[in-house]
């Protein structure tokens, strides 16, 4: 690969859902989209992933399912380096690919990376802003400042992340007045006001009531017809109801990966089978 970052290669690469791109009938298998090979990620001298290969398909919904500190939420911050920040972490063996960019390349904007693919946490985390500016604030790191444009980014973020109706009238009010699903649903929208193509979530659900819960899983069926969505979750029911396909993590590795419901009805390995029926984890 030439010595390109990946802000100026984003235009063939990285480049948001078309609007008016023909939709992909029912039958036809999504391209891949992460491409995640050999892979091998320690903690300091622990070693927490061990040989890691899946490729995650464009527009659908990828679970990561598995008992705690199996590994899946160091593979989900894998996909936008977040990892970086920790002194210890690193990659040591292995790639990750997104559209055929290797994302550990030393040329790899990272900042441009994490733009393209967000995150959402366990705890909603809005900014100590009003619900305006939580939405615009992205954008206006990369210098948009037209009012018209933002206006326009506020609204389209929040209708996408159905929330538009409950707050058109308290824009200017702060992201904290909101309940703790509302708040979940306003860090979504603030991922997709930058136009991200991947949206990572990390046990999005785990804090938030049955209702609040019902709300963001609808919300994760909508986004998939624009966004690749990659979710970490313990909630069994949840990753059959939300996913198109898990991936079953135990001790760093990878034991299985199939449509979802192959994981639920009929897995191939029986640790598998043991976890999804509740035997174990």
């Known amino acids: 690969m030439s010595a390109h970052t990946l802000m100026e290669i984003t235009p063939t690469?990285?480049?948001?859902?078309i609007a008016d791109k023909p939709a992909q009938a029912d039958s036809e298998?999504?391209?891949?989209?992460?491409?995640?090979?050999?892979?091998?990620?320690?903690?300091?001298?622990t070693k927490a992933l061990h040989d890691i290969s899946l490729k995650i398909p464009e527009k659908e919904v990828t679970a990561f399912i598995g008992p705690s500190g199996c590994g899946k939420s160091t593979l989900l911050r894998c996909l936008n380096r977040m990892n970086d920040l920790i002194d210890i972490a690193r990659v040591d063996r292995g790639t990750i690919r997104i559209r055929d960019i290797d994302i550990y390349q030393p040329d790899v904007d990272v900042i441009e990376l994490r733009k393209r693919v967000g995150m959402v946490f366990q705890k909603s985390n809005p900014f100590p802003k009003s619900i305006y500016e939580n939405i615009t604030y992205g954008l206006r790191l990369q210098g948009v400042s037209a009012k018209s444009r933002l206006d326009e980014v506020v609204e389209r973020s929040l209708r996408g992340a159905a929330l538009w109706d409950e707050v058109k009238d308290r824009l200017h009010e702060s992201g904290l007045s909101l309940s703790g699903g509302q708040q979940q649903r306003l860090c979504i929208a603030r991922a997709i006001a930058v136009e991200p193509e991947i949206i990572l979530m990390d046990e999005p659900c785990s804090a938030l009531d049955p209702i609040a819960t019902a709300r963001v899983e609808e919300l994760i069926h909508e986004l998939k017809s624009k966004y690749t969505i990659v979710i970490v979750t313990h909630n069994m029911q949840q990753a059959a109801r939300c996913s198109d396909r898990t991936a079953f993590f135990y001790l760093g590795r990878l034991v299985e990966y199939a449509d979802t419901q192959t994981i639920f009805m009929k897995p191939s390995d029986a640790q598998t089978e043991a976890y999804v029926s509740g035997r174990f984890g």
């Open 13 to 17: 690469t990285f480049a948001p859902p």
């Open 29 to 45: 298998v999504h391209q891949t989209l992460i491409d995640i090979a050999n892979l091998d990620f320690f903690y300091g001298e």
